[in-house]
């Protein structure tokens, strides 16, 4: 089976860095993603990590350990508008074929 | 616009009631996956199609059932409803299976 965890819920003031983190155990592991859906709207696409490492993509960068089932999202220069749930989800090959499976996502609130 | 649409993207109806709910990919994109987000929830992951295949199923109920068309668009059928099955319903594809997914704005459900 699968199992994601992240936190419920963090605060972070206007223009700090924030990290949020993700841990999983699945059995299929084949890549990790991170998305971002404001209240009421689509998820969409931030990062993609398939290695170990860290991912930079302006001021979103992404880790992962895949020994040590773990990975995090880092927010930089923080901004009112990254206010969201921070999904991370994980692809999961088992059974032939390849679907994306979803933690419970984080709720960002960023404060002037 | 991301390219995936749904329709609608809103429904009322009472409880006992059958809907359908229709998902159009991005052009070019095989892969369709339908999840389900009740309020404050994660991503729950209903099931997926490839090129008018059924490939992966998630926590989907027997009252709930989906398919693809050949022309690639996709039609989840919800019947029986109850209140719980009030939700957001998005859907996504991807080009193949398990790639970064582009997700639809959803059809927000709401059973009375």
């Known amino acids: 089976g699968q199992n994601i965890d992240q936190p419920t819920e963090m605060t972070a003031t206007e223009g700090a860095i924030v990290q949020i983190n993700c841990t999983y155990q699945t059995s299929g592991f084949n890549g990790l993603f991170w998305y971002q859906q404001h209240a009421g709207e689509a998820p969409t696409f931030l990062s993609y990590n398939v290695l170990d490492g860290l991912e930079e993509k302006g001021r979103f960068s992404s880790f992962l350990s895949r020994s040590k089932g773990y990975s995090y999202l880092l927010l930089k220069e923080l901004q009112m508008k990254d206010s969201a749930s921070y999904l991370c989800a994980v692809r999961d090959g088992s059974g032939g074929y390849n679907k994306l499976i979803f933690g419970a996502g984080t709720r960002l609130a960023v404060h002037p | 616009d991301s390219g995936v649409t749904q329709t609608p993207k809103h429904l009322i109806t009472a409880t006992g009631q059958r809907v359908t709910l229709r998902c159009s990919p991005r052009s070019g994109d095989l892969s369709v996956y339908w999840y389900q987000q009740s309020l404050d929830q994660g991503l729950q992951f209903l099931i997926q199609?490839?090129?008018?295949?059924?490939?992966a199923k998630g926590n989907i109920l027997e009252r709930f059932s989906a398919q693809q068309f050949p022309d690639l668009h996709s039609e989840l059928n919800l019947s029986s409803l109850e209140l719980g099955d009030s939700a957001l319903y998005f859907c996504?594809?991807?080009?193949?299976?398990?790639?970064?997914?582009?997700f639809g704005s959803g059809t927000r459900l709401t059973v009375v």
């Open positions: 996504a594809s991807s080009i193949g299976q398990g790639d970064g997914y582009t």
């Open positions: 199609y490839y090129n008018g295949e059924e490939r």
